[in-house]
Nanobody
Framework: QVQLVESGGGLVQPGGSLRLSCAAS????????MAWFRQAPGKEREFVAS????????QYSDSVKGRFTISKDNAKNTVYLQMNSLQPEDTAVYYC???????????????????WGQGTQVTVSS
């Protein structure tokens, strides 16, 4: 079992940037599929970005493509989400997920991830 701890959330003005971190412990995540999802009040958890195992291949939702970047530091056992040009609609709790078994076609689905962090709040407001 892997434990995930997110950090880096906060309050930012529209157009600003934040970098989220997801630190993993319990096992190495170098060969996991790692992803970021978000959940706004009253809405379902939605896919944001993922990075596939050791390939470095990434996927992004259309709403964040070109603004967000997911990366992984295997030495630090940590995944990051760099978020630029933030907008009020990006406001949500952001969750990190890890999966040792997800396949390429399933990585955008929350059900593919067995391990989740507690989430970190991101609020974009002037």
């Amino acid at each position: 079992q892997v434990q995930l701890v997110e950090s880096g959330g906060g309050l930012v003005q529209p157009g600003g940037s934040l970098r989220l971190s997801c630190a993993a412990s319990g096992r190495r995540i170098s060969n996991d599929v790692m992803a970021w999802f978000r959940q706004a009040p009253g809405k379902e958890r939605e896919f944001v970005a993922s990075i596939f195992r050791n390939s470095g291949n990434t996927q992004y939702s259309d709403s964040v493509k070109g603004r967000f970047t997911i990366s992984k530091d295997n030495a630090k056992n940590t995944v990051y989400l760099q978020m630029n040009s933030l907008q009020p609609e990006d406001t949500a709790v952001y969750y990190c997920g890890a999966s040792s078994s997800a396949i390429w076609s399933s990585q955008t689905r929350a059900t593919a991830y067995a391990n989740w962090g507690q989430g970190t709040q991101v609020t974009v407001s002037s």
